[in-house]
């Protein structure tokens, strides 16, 4: 049921329009849509419906008013009877005249805070719900006076916000002065409205004629707020509406929570280009801003005065804005001052100290550079945002697009590089996004089809960031290409003498937005190093460094500051991968001596998966030696195959990894088999880390050969002194796990195990990571198998990332011992059966397939008993 009062009343139900006969069940259901969702007193129905001479019987005649009300509304149940008076049953948004109160109220509150577009949809959406002159054709004086000047308040507004917006219409507000020529705020309107159309002369004489009704009407003089808009207009100042946007605005509300909280005069949003800082700053200005775009021009100061509607005169450009802006509290957009930098920021100091109500907000790929300028960064889009604005921009050229798992991919490798997501959504009409992904190696080529309205610099992404080159030095594109050649970002160190420039040139460039520079590392978008790294790379250079790099840091990465420097190597990790990837193809010579000291930070850090691709390609490209070098790229490439070169090796073993990889090909130490010259390079060794892995060795052999507990604990507890000694995680976590096996105490098994897992965890070791969580859980299994069952879980997981086939198997197995124990053998069985499809050949998975054999015949013992 909706009723209608902005007009005839008027009632509809879902059938359509109900019949409601006579004058007073009509001004009855009026009288109570006024108030719907209230009780009106009888008294005041009464006096309302009919006035000065109601009838005898009043009360009795009003309920036969509304009874005939109700028959023709279909029901008793829309108008309640109470004690104190009748009410009629509907929402407020039931009723015209509550919709359009509500509406206008929103659309003064959005005006209030700054928001002409909103206030104009709302209070337009409010104004087209009348159909006539308020409750028309019923005796309601009072209402339709009161609803009358609300609809007049509501015009007024809406008349307000389309001043701000620049799109007044001026016959629409000469007909409202006609009506009501008494009302400045519509003589002022009318001024405003006169003086953006360009008609400054009828805009004068509009005042004019204020002032002549003013004082012939009432006596006065104008306000000071019509005196005011007529200074305004006579000193040329206007105001243009800002660009409107076609597309939704995404994301960034980070963004404009800072620009709104920030107190600076000037704020320059900086970023590369096509972050969407024009956007941002539309976004975040108020209606009133003045707009003024720098890119086409190369006077700023000119295009300035353009944009304030003001022709130039004798005085100066800068002195003739001073006039302009002086007296007024509004904000100018200055975008796009890369190119006019310096004009740009001799402009903004000028009217900031001429203008004190002034404010400017700036858009540009470098700062400004002047006092009291905030910098507000706009960074990359957020993961959502970025899929949520491809998603939005993707619809728009096929409406049945359904974001997938591509979409992410596509965003993340556009950095999250608005227009650049923009360009690619485009794309959507015609490739898949899988299509699409797949292209991104060339992204130059793809991204070539944007608006074609758009400013040239703005349609493809090359134009983009031809723009931003074109505006460096030659020193600054020197530095851009050669830093292009990094894929994980570089340290300073890494920039000055690999590409043997001067911080300043550095600095330069983060000012420009083409590096970024975040916690003592620089690094450029992928997009920006795609471009930049077309023009110049200093590949070997890139190489010598990070070979340089792993040679200092191999032996550090087995002392006291261990942590520190596998921390310094992850975050160079992509670069150390790429100087691999070049030398393998360019400098054999060094590509061996980096894959050797590399081997060690490989190994715990669980990335030999990662370069075996490299170190088979290596291989094809070098004749074999019997060489350390040759020895660990063939471990990596093709394990299988290097049992036989352990045997060739001489000493001095320099590389940790050889023993290591030694170990894991050949098994626990067989006291009889043949010596060779490997063993005897080892037990001669006086590295201390050596010693100490030839003491964990001997706890080992002693355990599993002789079965001497006593002489292997006493033999661990030597090795993990010597490990201690040295600060080294690695080797404490490996014996303090032997000592956990042989200790006798469950609980003290469990202390060491978990001291282990602090110290592999503050190295990042993933594989002994999840061998050390599943041998917790196998310690745990008898003491509280919940807690072992969520142990082994998460043992499952950090193997299966890593790779692990064996410890995957023995994670399996543990599980199924617990669903065996809790009485359920099919679960049991299929984890087994899984263990045993885990696992292939060598020595650790012969070991795990003991174990997984050891818990299937168990299994068909419980079940045959």
Request: aromatic share 4%; with cysteine; hydrophobic share 40%.
């Amino acid at each position: 049921m909706h009723v209608g009062i902005l007009g005839p009343v008027e009632a509809h139900s879902p059938d359509g329009k109900i019949a409601i006969g006579g004058p007073r069940p009509r001004t009855l259901l009026a009288l109570l849509a006024v108030r719907a969702g209230d009780i009106v007193p009888l008294d005041r129905l009464v006096d309302e419906l009919y006035g000065d001479e109601p009838p005898a019987d009043a009360a009795n005649a009003l309920q036969g008013q509304v009874s005939r009300l109700r028959r023709a509304l279909g029901g008793a149940g829309l108008i309640e009877f109470h004690p104190a008076g009748y009410r009629l049953v509907l929402a407020a948004d039931q009723v015209d005249a509550h919709r359009f109160a509500s509406l206008a109220a929103e659309g003064r509150q959005a005006l209030d805070h700054g928001d002409a577009r909103a206030a104009e949809s709302l209070l337009s959406e409010a104004l087209q719900l009348w159909r006539g002159p308020a409750l028309a054709d019923v005796p309601a004086p009072d209402h339709a006076t009161r609803l009358e000047e609300q609809r007049s308040a509501a015009t007024s507004a809406l008349v307000a916000a389309r001043i701000r917006l620049g799109k007044a219409d001026v016959r629409e507000i000469q007909d409202l002065v006609r009506q009501n020529p008494l009302d400045e705020r519509l003589r002022g309107y009318l001024m405003q409205a006169l003086h953006q159309d360009g008609r400054q002369a009828e805009a004068l004489q509009a005042f004019e004629e204020a002032r002549a009704v003013l004082a012939d009407e009432l006596g006065t003089d104008p306000s000071p707020e019509l005196r005011a808009i007529h200074v305004q207009i006579l000193r040329g100042q206007t105001h243009r509406e800002l660009p409107a946007q076609l597309t939704s605005f995404v994301g960034r509300q980070e963004e404009l929570r800072r620009i709104a909280a920030l107190e600076s005069r000037l704020v320059t949003l900086t970023g590369p280009g096509g972050a969407g800082k024009t956007r941002l700053a539309l976004q975040a200005a108020p209606p009133t801003a003045i707009f003024v775009d720098l890119a086409p021009v190369k006077d700023v100061a000119a295009a300035t005065l353009q944009a304030l509607g003001l022709k130039e005169t004798v005085l100066e450009p800068e002195d003739r804005l001073t006039l302009a802006l002086r007296d007024r509290g509004t904000t100018l957009i200055l975008d796009n001052c890369e190119h006019v930098v310096v004009q740009a920021a001799h402009l903004a100091q000028h009217l900031l100290s001429t203008c004190p109500s002034l404010r400017i907000l700036a858009t540009s790929r470098e700062p400004l550079g002047i006092t009291g300028e905030t910098l507000c960064p706009v960074p990359p889009l957020e993961p959502e945002q970025s899929v949520a604005l491809f998603t939005d921009r993707a619809r728009l050229v096929n409406p049945n697009f359904v974001q997938d798992g591509h979409t992410a991919d596509i965003c993340r490798e556009l950095d999250g590089l608005p227009l650049a997501i923009e360009l690619a959504a485009a794309r959507t009409r015609t490739l898949t996004t899988s299509e699409i992904a797949d292209r991104l190696n060339d992204r130059f080529r793809l991204l070539t089809k944007g608006n074609r309205a758009a400013a040239p610099r703005h349609q493809t992404l090359r134009a983009v960031v031809e723009w931003s080159w074109d505006l460096l030095s030659e020193d600054e594109r020197d530095l851009a290409a050669s830093l292009a050649t990094f894929s994980g970002g570089a340290t300073l160190e890494a920039v000055e003498q690999v590409c043997r420039h001067d911080v300043e040139v550095l600095e330069a460039l983060v000012d420009k937005s083409l590096v970024e520079a975040n916690d003592g590392r620089y690094r450029m978008l992928e997009t920006i190093r795609e471009f930049c790294s077309r023009h110049q790379r200093v590949d070997a250079e890139h190489a010598a460094y990070f070979h340089d790099l792993a040679r200092r840091a191999d032996p550090e990465l087995r002392r006291d500051d261990q942590v520190a420097w596998f921390t310094r190597m992850t975050a160079e990790h992509a670069n150390l991968v790429q100087a691999v990837e070049w030398s393998v193809e360019h400098d054999q010579d060094r590509a061996l001596r980096l894959f050797l000291d590399l081997a060690w930070y490989w190994y715990v850090k669980g990335s030999r998966a990662e370069v075996r691709g490299l170190a088979q390609r290596l291989l094809d490209r070098v004749q074999e030696t019997s060489t350390e070098e040759y020895t660990v790229v063939l471990a990596l490439a093709a394990p299988e195959r290097v049992q036989e070169k352990f045997g060739e090796l001489r000493g001095p073993i320099r590389q940790p990894f050889v023993l290591i990889a030694w170990a894991m090909m050949a098994g626990p130490p067989d006291p009889s088999a043949p010596r060779t010259p490997l063993h005897d390079e080892v037990e001669n060794s006086d590295d201390p880390w050596i010693q100490g892995l030839i003491g964990f060795s001997n706890s080992y052999t002693g355990w599993t050969v002789r079965g001497d507990r006593a002489q292997a604990i006493e033999q661990a507890r030597a090795a993990l002194r010597q490990f201690r000694d040295l600060g080294e995680r690695w080797g404490t976590a490996q014996v303090l796990d032997v000592i956990a096996t042989l200790t006798e105490d469950p609980h003290e098994a469990l202390a060491l195990t978990d001291e282990a897992l602090r110290a592999v965890t503050e190295l990042g070791a993933r594989e002994e990571l999840a061998e050390l969580r599943c041998r917790r859980a196998d310690r745990l299994l008898d003491l509280d198998p919940d807690q072992a069952e969520r142990e082994y879980h998460q043992a499952l997981a950090l193997a299966t990332h890593a790779g692990l086939a064996a410890t995957t198997a023995l994670a399996k197995t543990g599980l199924a011992r617990i669903a065996q124990r809790r009485g359920d053998p099919e679960r049991a069985g299929l984890l087994l059966r899984e263990a045993q499809q885990e696992l292939g050949h060598g020595w650790m998975h012969a070991a795990a397939l003991r174990q997984v054999d050891e818990a299937l015949s168990e299994l068909e013992r419980s079940r045959g008993a």
